[in-house]
């Protein structure tokens, strides 16, 4: 572990701020350094140290997964997370995909990085005489890219496949990578559990799930991927029969099938046990028209705005979500048009414009 760090992500880290320092230095126009996810922690403050105060840009930084608290944190090196949290604290403006996310981060560095200074109120951290605002800037989806797709010939051939599929039943469905995050094992578990508590939805609603490999060199994937095809098979032997196959499993990457399937849900799950944000949660509201019901775990970034318009639910609770998909299948449909219409209202009010703008807006009111 100490060598992948030391000389793989050090190194990369560096290889990057360098790259970064001659670009800056290249240019006769100002500079802004935008800066995205975990594989880049070490590199604002490497930047910072790298040109003269004159020369330093403002930085922006995005973090797109869920920012664990101090607790968790420990569990690093003290020299690990003393370096990330280091590197972090250089940038100007620091975005994280949930309110909840930033408070973390404030608690990560009041807690574990010494002589750093912690204002709750302003969301801000004062370390080795620089500021660093924190916001929440929820990430979003392309939407007129999205529906402009949704509405091709290739979407529209896997819509006529997916159809005869499906039949007359009632649609659930997810689209998802194969890793233990997504808790797509938990989401087979309610699906069974809510079959035997409300048996007239046997023979009546197929659970289709769309998945795309993901780092299938790693043994645990591997193993995960064993995990939730046995219980899909397991639920199929209990419930189905020569006319009816409760679970469909397809795995590949084709996101115009993936489109397709999303208008096509009367139910959608995305019951991850910890998610950034999970676009799923916004692409499917946009491409469906069916009045499909959102049921949303409580642990996906997307719960912040869209709770308002989904089903929320906790993912390691079976039960409820076995519960949440029955509310979600029976209904009336004033009530899913409704919701759904919220939704679209939301991600389309909040699109991957407008959460660009938001972070050029907040380093522009620093007036740096």
Avoid at 114 to 138: E, G, I, K, L, Q
Avoid at 179 to 199: C, D, H, Q, W
Avoid at 267 to 290: F, H, Q, T, Y
Wanted: glycine share 6%; charged share 25%.
């Amino acid at each position: 572990t100490w060598q992948a760090w030391e000389e793989g992500y050090k190194a990369v880290n560096r290889l990057f701020a360098e790259a970064v320092v001659r670009q800056v230095r290249a240019s006769s126009r100002p500079s802004l350094v935008m800066l995205q996810d975990y594989h880049l922690y070490l590199v604002p403050r490497l930047v910072r140290e790298g040109l003269r105060r004159r020369e330093r840009p403002p930085m922006l930084y995005f973090v797109h997964i869920p920012w664990p608290g101090p607790e968790y944190w420990r569990i690093l090196p003290p020299a690990m997370r003393q370096d990330i949290l280091t590197g972090l604290c250089a940038v100007d403006v620091l975005g994280f995909q949930t309110s909840e996310d930033g408070q973390n981060f404030l608690r990560t560095v009041e807690s574990l990085l010494p002589r750093a200074s912690v204002n709750y109120r302003r969301s801000r951290v004062w370390y080795r005489n620089h500021a660093t605002h924190v916001h929440d800037f929820p990430i979003s989806i392309d939407t007129e890219a999205l529906a402009q797709l949704a509405g091709s010939a290739e979407v529209a051939g896997h819509i006529t496949e997916l159809k005869e599929m499906v039949g007359t039943c009632s649609l659930i469905l997810r689209v998802d990578r194969i890793e233990p995050s997504k808790n797509i094992v938990r989401g087979f578990l309610a699906f069974e559990e809510m079959l035997e508590l409300y048996p007239e939805h046997r023979g009546e609603v197929q659970f289709l799930t769309l998945l795309v490999p993901s780092r299938m060199d790693v043994e645990e994937y591997r193993h995960y991927l064993d995990d939730l095809m046995s219980t899909a098979g397991r639920v199929n032997a209990a419930f189905g029969d020569s006319e009816w196959e409760p679970v469909r499993v397809l795995v590949g990457e084709s996101y115009p099938r993936a489109v397709a399937a999303m208008q096509l849900y009367d139910v959608l799950l995305v019951n991850s046990i910890a998610d950034g944000m999970n676009l799923v949660a916004k692409e499917g509201p946009i491409v469906n028209r069916r009045g499909g019901v959102l049921v949303l775990s409580e642990r996906t970034g997307a719960r912040q705005q869209l709770e308002p318009g989904a089903l929320v639910i906790s993912p390691c609770d079976v039960y409820a979500t076995a519960e949440a998909l029955h509310q979600a299948l029976v209904m009336p449909d004033e009530e899913r048009h409704e919701r759904a219409s919220r939704l679209r209202w939301l991600i389309e009010r909040d699109d991957i414009t407008a959460w660009l703008h938001r972070q050029l807006e907040a380093v522009a009111e620093l007036g740096l």
